[in-house]
C-alpha cells in the first residue's frame, strides 16, 4: 500500500505563524522536503526552510527539492523533484512538502502533488493550510481585508497592467502576489485610478530583511512580494 504525501503551508516566514497542525505535521512525516531555488546559494536555506528548522529536531534531516523559475527548464525540475518524493510515498511512508504561505496558493505543491500522482496513481494526498502573506500583511498595517459584500480579487503582479487595472476598477479588495519588480508599473495604474493612497506594501514579510509599508515603493522590489488594495469605504455605524 502506498505512503502519503502532505502538503504543508509554514506561513509567510515567521515561524509562530505556523500552525499546530502544520508542525506535528513536519515531525510525524518519515521526510520532510523543502523547495529551493535553483539561483539560490548552496549554503543558503530557503524560506521554507528556515521555518522548518525552527520546529523540527536538528537531527532530523531536511531535504531540499531544486525548482527553477524559467519555462525551458522548470518542467525538468519538477520532475526530478516528484522522484525524490514519489521513492518515499511509494514505499508506504509519508512524505511532507513544506511551502510558505498556503499549498493551495499560488504554491509549488500543486504541481509536485500532481507529477507524484503520476508515478504513484494510489497515493494519499492531503495539505495542511497555512496563513498567507496577505492575512499577514492586513494584521501589520491594520487593514481590514473585505467588509459587508466587497470581493476579494487576488491575483500575481505577472497578470499584467490590464488585468489589474480591471480588478481595481470593478470595486473590492484587491491582493497582488510576488514579482516585485513590476512595481513600478503597478504604482502608475494605482496612481490612474486614484487608488495610492488605500495601497499597503509587504516584503520577505516574517524575516530579517523585511520590508512592511504604508505605501507602494517607487522602485523594484523583490519577486515575494505582497500590495493590498482596499476599495474607497464610507464610515458605517
Request: with cysteine.
Amino acid at each position: 500500500m502506498s505512503g502519503t504525501l502532505i502538503g504543508v503551508g509554514t506561513g509567510p516566514g515567521d515561524p509562530d505563524l505556523i500552525t499546530v497542525k502544520g508542525r506535528d505535521a513536519l515531525l510525524r512525516a518519515d521526510r520532510v522536503f523543502v523547495p529551493v531555488a535553483a539561483s539560490s546559494s548552496p549554503d543558503e536555506p530557503g524560506y521554507a526552510e528556515r521555518v522548518v528548522a525552527h520546529h523540527v529536531p536538528h537531527d532530523k534531516p531536511i531535504h531540499r527539492l531544486v525548482f527553477e523559475l524559467d519555462r525551458e527548464h522548470r518542467d525538468i525540475a519538477w520532475a526530478r523533484a516528484a522522484d525524490k518524493v514519489a521513492d518515499v510515498v511509494a514505499a508506504g511512508g509519508t512524505a511532507a512538502f513544506a511551502t510558505i504561505g498556503d499549498p493551495n496558493v499560488y504554491s509549488t505543491f500543486a504541481y509536485l502533488a500532481r507529477e507524484v500522482r503520476r508515478l504513484v496513481p494510489d497515493a494519499v494526498v492531503r495539505t495542511v493550510p497555512g496563513i498567507t502573506a496577505m492575512q499577514d500583511l492586513a494584521s501589520r498595517t491594520g487593514t481590514v481585508l473585505c467588509e459587508h459584500d466587497e470581493p476579494l480579487h487576488l491575483m500575481p503582479i505577472t497578470a499584467g497592467t490590464a488585468r489589474i487595472r480591471d480588478a481595481v476598477d470593478a470595486g473590492g479588495t484587491v491582493v497582488l502576489y510576488k514579482g516585485g519588480r513590476k512595481l513600478p508599473e503597478i504604482r502608475t495604474v494605482l496612481e490612474e485610478a486614484g487608488a495610492l493612497d488605500r495601497a499597503v506594501f509587504g516584503a520577505h514579510l516574517g524575516h530579517a530583511d523585511e520590508d512592511v509599508r504604508t505605501e507602494v515603493p517607487h522602485t523594484p522590489a523583490p519577486y515575494l512580494s505582497t500590495v493590498i488594495i482596499t476599495p474607497e469605504r464610507e464610515e458605517r455605524p
